[in-house]
């Protein structure tokens, strides 16, 4: 690995959880040098030049205009100006081939900006997606074979992993260029990722949540390893513990 850990920015964390934050303990822990991106936009402009990589977080809802759709009121909050400062920090990092991840509303964001749509509102259906309380809810979720989820997973087509969303895409607001890694038993889209690129991923749940989805925890490893340059190992075990290097 490279002297100096790869800079991964992490969007739209608050300027007093920039230690804390999950998706930064994750980021470190996986080697890599965290970088929040804060409200402020200069902190966008400075930062984005920087980076070798790039998170999408979770929170509020995708601005509904962004799909060609009028919000319904169903999209609770939304706030245009993190969605033009997350595009514009998307677009720079592709055009730089740059390994970007999307969790929970950043996968959202993600097939949003790639071309595709969205549901501004998940139906009841036989599967719980929504927190209550800010504490998770779980349901299986069924992982395909060839994708990088897979490649986590290994001999695990069918994982238990966590939820914390009310908005949420299906295979028909799929964008051009991605495809589904992962579902739910109801059809709700928990994994998607490019198809051409170095690393474009996105997935529905938090692996970065504490002991919620270890199977997962490796995803930051292959996002950091990708941002340093370094090749993939193809053996799905070396990255099942999260950390550059470590192997069970």
């Known amino acids: 690995m490279p002297s100096r850990a790869p800079r991964i920015g992490i969007s739209w964390v608050k300027a007093d959880q920039r230690e804390a934050d999950l998706l930064v303990l994750a980021v470190e822990a996986a080697g890599g040098e965290p970088v929040p991106l804060l409200a ?3 902190s966008w402009a400075r930062e984005i030049p920087t980076l ?8 509020n809802a995708v601005d509904p205009r ?25 677009e720079r990092c592709r055009e730089r081939g740059l390994p970007v991840l999307g969790v929970c509303r950043g ?18 259906t036989i599967v719980e997606h929504e927190a209550t309380d800010d504490v998770s809810c779980f349901h299986p979720i069924e992982v395909f074979p060839g994708t990088r989820l897979a490649a986590l997973a290994g ?6 992993v966590n939820s914390r969303h009310h908005q949420g895409i299906r295979a028909e607001h799929l964008a051009p260029g991605l495809r589904i890694s992962a579902v ?12 051409g690129e170095p690393f474009l991923v996105g997935i529905q749940f938090h692996p970065e949540h504490p002991g919620e989805v270890p199977e ?7 996002l950091v390893a990708c941002a340093a340059g370094l090749n993939f190992l193809p053996q799905w075990r070396s990255w099942r513990l999260g950390g550059l290097g470590m192997s069970d």
């Open 40 to 42: 402020e936009a200069s």
């Open 52 to 59: 070798r990589g790039l998170i999408l977080n979770g929170g």
């Open 66 to 90: 962004r799909y060609g759709q009028v919000n319904e009121g169903l999209c609770r909050t939304v706030i245009p100006h993190r969605d033009e400062l997350e595009f514009d920090a998307f």
């Open 107 to 124: 996968m959202q964001f993600l097939n949003v900006s790639c071309g595709g749509s969205m549901l501004q509102d998940l139906t009841i």
């Open 155 to 160: 001999a695990q087509q069918n994982l238990r």
């Open 184 to 195: 739910a038993p109801d059809g709700v889209v928990e994994g998607v990722e490019g198809t």
């Open 216 to 222: 997962m925890v490796g995803l930051f490893s292959m």
